[in-house]
């Protein structure tokens, strides 16, 4: 077995365990990793300071930018705290494994139950920032999932040093539960978390779709594509968020004011900030569409307008002209625009007719992120949020309101474009899915039909509460039988 | 645009309407399908008849199986109407579009909701039977998707009559309903239903990744996974049903027996079907495994014994020899045997010393299919089906339970080995996916914080019955408001 195969099947291994793993030890070992951590800080400072030293050359050099050197600094005033505090949250966030989502009776005493499980061993590449390895290790752990772990090679040394501090906390808490009587034991393998240095580490993972489930990249578009187009395993993730807002022909100006200025200004690097304005063509003949333009001016957006937008602000009445004052910050747009996701505070502009077009020009042009419309008139809202494919369908509201933190997931593992598994801003949910428990007493499927000496199934549904664990759900049935 | 990416852009152009169709239009479409297909039935039953033929001659060639000849026709007695009644109990079943998953009260007139919605556009590629054309057509439209199908080229003129009577009641009821008043109007395109012809056909679809959301193939192994290796769309479905059951020391005999003897005799060709059979050791001492492999060889299973096991059975007292009554159905097993689908009455035996043993036998030759346990020992019963990794791990009773029907589905879109999205039997909620609806007032995220003027998000978990539409919930609360 070679060396990546060896990395994919010690992860399997490490899974298969994980498995039955219950709540109470996963938080103990969540609890014994942040101890560690805390007494591993200068260890882990030091290669943080070996990475920065090699990155500042970097820099000076003109190979490195001075944002991604930023990012690498562990050693920030409450940096490292707010790290081990991120593990703390994770560890009381309600277990995703073990709930049942459905119950059936199929006979007397043949009970099928949908019960959430591990997806099983995760390939987790992300860049730059070194933290993230302590992020999803948890996120991992607490939803009893293996991970192989690969940062940017920048962060090498640190993401090495906290990963090793990470596997001694799990390796300390084997030896000791050995020593101790059952009910302490815990019994995570350090394999549960692993790290890879390389791009070809990574290249050679990307084939082991026998032992992972789930690979989820966390940076740059390049960095999502790349992967997505070099493996069979799925790809949870998002490549480009080329979200839009629609002002239909009832929106309330400063209503839209508010809310396209939020979308379109307080981190236009984000994925879900706005990058198309789809105004109703009935704007342009009145104050609106100038007022609305005028205010994102005032707050340094640039522009980049249709024919018919464009010629509304140049035949607005103020002297001198709005367009000639705006100056670069109103230009003439050109197709690729409605295709590009700026990330900065540029906004492409276009003129529609009906709601019916915007909704074609974002199924065309989106990239099922996030889209939203600004109306008065709800069954329009409704048509919109019906008919707009995308992750989020927004009605009044700004699209950067796209994150799992703002929707109160508690964690984010990232966000997906996908149309299958987990969509949107994605939480613990989407690390796990769900196996069919079935309990019977000796059943057979022969007895079961239309024929002579067999019966039907009864298919009674059972209350269950999506909160509930198969534990409780057998205690409560015991009780009330 | 080249005919197969028209092909694919029709159908996401469908795929965009169909998301706005309500439960009462779909409703009127697959009764008209119905209709449409009952007064086309003469028309059909030639086509089929054009197949039979062509079939004949390639069975008479010996090029094409009598078996797979018998799956070609349509005309045995009640075989067209089961096929109509087929589409009448899916238009019964509960849609699975615009449920309510799940609502979070962000803030005061903030409200988010996980509604359920259509994956989008199907491509379903299946073998032989024409009448899978009618199911998944109406599988499809009920769960508000778009399908492209491909049947076997040995059922093209049947399939294509089939498309055409569906594509034709789409139509007519699209032309009717511009004549009426809105209330009866279906405005579901025809291309929402595309039959393709080619094997060529399939393998440029397959690069439709911008257009087509899910593949499901139906059919042989070799299919399934010439699909899995050939495109990066996410495949629903499994290749192999490698199936165990593993019979532990606190087993009684005869429950024992019944089980494995369904689980291996019922339909040995199922992909539910078991192929390998654990023992515990202890059996072995006893006449437990003898009496267990009596019954399954008087049931005509071949048994494949690793050492152990087959010398337990040389070393049984019976004159003449069990082993030696038995001739070839007792046989020695070789390593192949476990890794083997026999898809036949043959069943590969391996003994093993702990539960454990098994759950690492099961996860490593397994296909993540279905797993069963025959024991009374609950404890053990439960660490089984928690540390198998399988979308069914049952104790005591048939892997051949796993099955859309049987589990109470109403419907089996396929059986999913894969670790996201969809797991073991598929009913109608394997079709479709979840979209955030976020509902405002001219929210922004600027307000929200732990700034100056900024306040925390709510959060407040919002009832809701998993049953329940978005319209109800809107309405209910409305009332109690």
Not at 75 to 92: H, P, Y
Not at 376 to 398: H, I, L, P, T
């Amino acid at each position: 077995m070679d060396s990546i195969t060896q990395i994919a099947f010690n992860a399997r291994q490490a899974a298969n365990i994980l498995q039955t793993v219950d709540t109470a030890q996963k938080s103990r070992a969540l609890k014994l990793i942040i101890q560690k951590l805390a007494s591993a800080k200068e260890d882990i400072l030091k290669a943080n300071r070996v990475d920065k030293e090699l990155a500042l050359q970097q820099v000076n050099a003109g190979k490195l930018s001075q944002s991604l050197y930023k990012r690498l600094d562990l050693e920030g005033a409450g940096k490292f705290e707010t790290m081990l505090q991120g593990v703390a949250d994770i560890d009381l966030l309600e277990d995703p494994v073990g709930k049942v989502l459905a119950a059936t009776k199929l006979d007397t005493g043949l009970e099928l139950y949908r019960v959430s499980c591990p997806v099983g061993v995760l390939l987790v590449i992300f860049e730059a920032r070194p933290e993230v390895v302590v992020n999803i290790a948890a996120l991992a752990l607490k939803s009893s999932n293996a991970a192989i772990l690969k940062g940017g090679k920048e962060s090498l040394h640190t993401c090495t040093a906290i990963s090793n501090a990470i596997r001694e906390a799990l390796d300390d808490a084997c030896k000791a539960s050995k020593d101790e009587d059952g009910s302490q034991q815990i019994n995570i393998p350090a394999n549960a978390v692993q790290v890879v240095e390389s791009r070809e580490d990574i290249d050679g993972l990307l084939k082991q779709d026998k032992y992972i489930d789930l690979v989820i990249p966390r940076g740059s578009n390049a960095l999502v594509k790349h992967i997505q187009w070099n493996t069979r395993i799925p790809v949870l993730g998002h490549a480009d968020g080329l979200c839009a807002t629609y002002v239909a022909e009832s929106a309330q100006l400063q209503l839209a004011k508010t809310v396209v200025v939020d979308a379109k200004t307080t981190y236009p690097a984000a994925c879900n900030s706005t990058e198309t304005l789809l105004v109703h063509e009935s704007h342009l003949k009145t104050d609106f569409f100038y007022e609305l333009a005028k205010t994102l001016v005032d707050n340094k957006v640039t522009l980049k307008c249709d024919a018919a937008s464009l010629k509304a602000l140049q035949d607005s009445k103020e002297t001198p002209s709005f367009v000639s004052t705006a100056g670069d910050n109103v230009q003439e747009s050109v197709p690729e625009d409605y295709d590009t996701e700026f990330l900065d505070l540029t906004l492409a502009i276009k003129t529609v007719g009906s709601v019916e077009e915007a909704m074609e020009h974002i199924n065309e042009h989106g990239s099922k992120h996030t889209d939203a419309i600004i109306t008065e008139d709800e069954k329009e809202a409704k048509q919109f949020m019906a008919g707009v494919d995308a992750a989020g369908v927004y009605w009044n509201a700004s699209t950067r309101f796209a994150d799992g933190f703002r929707y109160g997931f508690g964690a984010e593992v990232g966000v997906s474009t996908n149309k299958t598994h987990a969509r949107g801003p994605v939480g613990l949910e989407g690390l796990v899915i769900y196996k069919y428990q079935l309990h019977g007493n000796g059943h057979a499927t022969a007895n079961y039909g239309t024929g002579a000496h067999q019966k039907p199934y009864l298919h009674e549904r059972l209350p269950v509460d999506d909160r509930e664990s198969l534990q409780e759900l057998s205690n409560k049935r015991q009780r009330t039988e």
